[in-house]
């Protein structure tokens, strides 16, 4: 069964992979886009590979940056707004394919846009609940490691 | 955005009828015409971008609330804004 390690194995800078979760957390690397370029049977072929996305269990929907969501045209299918601690503003949902390897499914996902890039955050991609939807995810802080499958824990 | 302001308003007319017949299901809109519902999103994209590529088409969970987005933000669908103040 597949699964995907989310979680740090090593340290930096002084700090331990258990800090590294910490301060940055589950973080996973993702091919994202709008068709793949692969043949039938192939493992699929998206444009925008290893994209590093943040597993965030607070949030309930995935986010892409808008300007990776734009550079890779991918389709806008609703509008609607953001509100929160900076206030209101607008903002579009977008269809986008993903693909993690190592999870072997490729699947579209509504993606709301928000802007990663200019807030500097280093991902490019949250996802949230709705991914997690077909996943388990154990989180083990002290030894750093996260896992995603879709099997038993260690099974 | 005009062809999705058009779905957009397709699906606003129909609000009702949606509802009654197709309550959580993802629908797609194009051309200001409703297309079809289905199960979820998987189902929905899959036609839309067969048949519409890069679109644009409208695609809608029907009855759906706002999103939580990371950080406390709420996503909210255009036609769940909240036009009367707090």
Known sequence: MPSIQAGFKAGAAGEGPADLLVRLGPTIQVDIGLKSRAAPGEPPDLPAKKIKALIDTGAGGDCIDDDLARRLRLPIHDEGEISGVGGRHRAFIYTARIHVPGLDRLLFQPFTGVKLYEGEQWRRVILGRSFLRQYRLVYDGISARVEIGDHEPGG | ?86
């Open chain 2, 1 to 86: 955005m005009a062809g999705l302001a058009a779905d957009i308003a397709a699906f606003e007319r129909m609000s009702r009828e949606l509802e009654a017949q197709h309550l959580h299901a993802w629908v797609l809109f194009e051309g200001g015409r409703f297309i079809a519902a289905f199960a979820d999103f998987e189902a929905a994209a899959t036609e839309a971008v067969e048949r519409f590529d890069e679109g644009p088409y409208l695609i809608r969970q029907v009855g759906a609330g706002p999103v939580q987005l990371p950080g406390g933000m709420v996503f909210r669908p255009a036609h769940a804004l909240d036009t009367g103040g707090l």
